[in-house]
Protein backbone atom coordinates (compact mmCIF):
# COMPACT_ATOMS: atom_id res chain seq x y z
CA UNK A 1 0.00 0.00 0.00
CA UNK A 2 2.99 2.86 0.88
CA UNK A 3 4.58 1.74 -2.68
CA UNK A 4 1.44 2.50 -4.40
CA UNK A 5 0.71 5.64 -2.50
CA UNK A 6 4.18 6.76 -2.99
CA UNK A 7 4.00 6.01 -6.72
CA UNK A 8 0.90 8.37 -7.04
CA UNK A 9 2.46 11.20 -5.37
CA UNK A 10 5.72 11.09 -7.70
CA UNK A 11 3.97 11.01 -11.19
CA UNK A 12 4.00 14.48 -10.90
CA UNK A 13 7.73 14.55 -11.00
CA UNK A 14 8.14 12.61 -14.26
CA UNK A 15 5.74 14.14 -16.32
CA UNK A 16 8.10 16.35 -18.15
CA UNK A 17 11.17 13.78 -19.22
CA UNK A 18 11.44 13.18 -23.14
CA UNK A 19 12.84 9.15 -22.91
CA UNK A 20 9.54 7.09 -21.84
CA UNK A 21 11.90 5.07 -19.94
CA UNK A 22 13.77 8.24 -17.81
CA UNK A 23 17.00 8.77 -16.91
CA UNK A 24 19.37 7.34 -13.99
CA UNK A 25 19.51 10.47 -12.41
CA UNK A 26 15.72 10.43 -12.02
CA UNK A 27 15.93 6.75 -11.17
CA UNK A 28 18.22 7.38 -8.23
CA UNK A 29 15.82 9.96 -7.11
CA UNK A 30 13.36 7.46 -6.99
CA UNK A 31 14.92 4.95 -5.19
CA UNK A 32 15.86 7.39 -2.70
CA UNK A 33 12.12 8.21 -1.73
CA UNK A 34 11.56 4.48 -1.65
CA UNK A 35 14.29 3.61 0.74
CA UNK A 36 13.50 6.42 3.11
CA UNK A 37 9.80 5.38 3.71
CA UNK A 38 11.74 1.91 5.11
CA UNK A 39 13.57 3.94 7.35
CA UNK A 40 12.85 4.77 10.94
CA UNK A 41 13.50 8.29 10.79
CA UNK A 42 13.55 9.08 6.78
CA UNK A 43 13.91 12.98 6.96
CA UNK A 44 17.68 12.40 8.74
CA UNK A 45 18.42 10.52 5.68
CA UNK A 46 21.72 11.22 3.91
CA UNK A 47 22.55 9.35 0.87
CA UNK A 48 26.11 9.18 -0.85
CA UNK A 49 27.66 7.19 -3.71
CA UNK A 50 24.22 6.78 -5.30
CA UNK A 51 24.68 5.06 -8.98
CA UNK A 52 21.95 3.70 -11.52
CA UNK A 53 22.07 1.64 -14.54
CA UNK A 54 19.77 0.77 -17.01
CA UNK A 55 19.39 -3.39 -16.57
CA UNK A 56 16.47 -3.16 -20.00
CA UNK A 57 15.87 -1.37 -22.89
CA UNK A 58 12.70 -2.43 -23.23
CA UNK A 59 11.48 -3.07 -19.80
CA UNK A 60 12.64 0.68 -18.32
CA UNK A 61 14.26 -1.36 -15.75
CA UNK A 62 16.81 -0.02 -13.44
CA UNK A 63 18.79 -0.98 -10.46
CA UNK A 64 20.07 1.46 -8.18
CA UNK A 65 22.61 0.52 -5.46
CA UNK A 66 24.48 3.23 -3.16
CA UNK A 67 24.65 4.27 0.54
CA UNK A 68 23.13 5.75 3.26
CA UNK A 69 23.42 7.50 6.86
CA UNK A 70 20.50 7.96 9.20
CA UNK A 71 19.64 7.96 12.68
CA UNK A 72 18.64 5.10 14.11
CA UNK A 73 16.17 4.06 17.31
CA UNK A 74 18.69 5.58 19.64
CA UNK A 75 19.24 8.62 18.52
CA UNK A 76 22.97 7.91 16.82
CA UNK A 77 23.46 8.33 13.19
CA UNK A 78 24.15 4.70 11.58
CA UNK A 79 25.27 4.11 8.37
CA UNK A 80 23.48 1.61 5.90
CA UNK A 81 23.55 -0.04 2.04
CA UNK A 82 20.91 -0.40 -0.34
CA UNK A 83 19.65 -2.23 -3.49
CA UNK A 84 16.53 -1.08 -5.14
CA UNK A 85 15.45 -2.28 -8.64
CA UNK A 86 13.40 0.22 -10.21
CA UNK A 87 10.96 0.23 -13.10
CA UNK A 88 10.06 3.23 -15.30
CA UNK A 89 5.88 2.53 -15.92
CA UNK A 90 5.35 4.62 -19.55
CA UNK A 91 1.61 4.36 -19.52
CA UNK A 92 1.35 6.01 -16.17
CA UNK A 93 4.10 7.82 -15.92
CA UNK A 94 5.21 6.58 -12.75
CA UNK A 95 8.35 4.66 -10.96
CA UNK A 96 7.35 1.33 -9.24
CA UNK A 97 10.26 -0.11 -6.77
CA UNK A 98 10.62 -3.98 -8.24
CA UNK A 99 12.56 -5.15 -5.43
CA UNK A 100 14.01 -3.00 -2.64
CA UNK A 101 17.17 -4.82 -0.28
CA UNK A 102 18.09 -2.27 2.31
CA UNK A 103 20.81 -3.08 5.25
Sequence with gaps: MRIYLATLALVALTACESDP??????????????????????????????????????ACIYVV???????NGFGGMTGGVFIVEMQKIRDENSWRAVDLIVQ
Design 65 to 71: KGSFSAA
Design 21 to 58: CGSTGMAEIMAQKFVKQELRDPDSAKFTQTVATRDGKD
